[in-house]
């Protein structure tokens, strides 16, 4: 890892560490679920000159979460996915490949 992907690393854990500290300053430990993820994928050494390697990323990762118990891991989980799907338009896909383009 480069030295630019490092203060990367650092100033988002910066900002982790932040964040959890707005909840706790406000006192809403008991009242907050929140998940803060980021990942930083980095062409694995090697990976340049080794085609077997080619695909192969190191991940680094930076998270906070604040879950009392499964049921807020859940519930993390499924606001992800379900914010994740309404990106994907109904009427964009019927219109791939036309030209035609809603923005």
Same mark, same amino acid.
């Given at each position: 890892?480069?030295? +630019?992907?490092?203060?990367? &690393?650092?100033?988002?854990? #910066?900002?982790?560490?932040?964040? /959890?500290? $707005?909840? !706790? /300053?406000?006192?809403?430990e008991e009242?907050?679920? #929140? =998940?803060?993820?980021?990942? &930083? ?5 090697? =990976?340049?000159?080794?085609? !077997? ?12 979460? +604040? ?9 993390? /989980? !499924? $606001?992800?996915?379900? $914010?994740?799907? #309404?990106?994907? %338009?109904?009427?964009? %896909? &019927? &219109? +791939?490949? $036309?030209?035609?383009?809603? +923005?």
């Amino acid at each position: 890892m480069d030295k +630019n992907q490092k203060a990367f &690393l650092r100033d988002v854990q #910066s900002i982790a560490k932040k964040f /959890k500290a $707005t909840i !706790e /300053k406000y006192g809403y430990e008991e009242d907050v679920i #929140s =998940s803060f993820f980021v990942a &930083l994928m980095v062409p694995a050494e090697g =990976s340049a000159i080794d085609e !077997e390697l080619e695909d192969m990323v190191d991940v680094h990762v930076t998270y906070y979460m +604040n879950a009392g118990c499964q049921e807020d891991v859940d519930m993390i /989980k !499924e $606001t992800a996915q379900t $914010t994740y799907d #309404s990106r994907i %338009d109904p009427l964009q %896909d &019927l &219109l +791939n490949g $036309t030209g035609i383009y809603l +923005n």
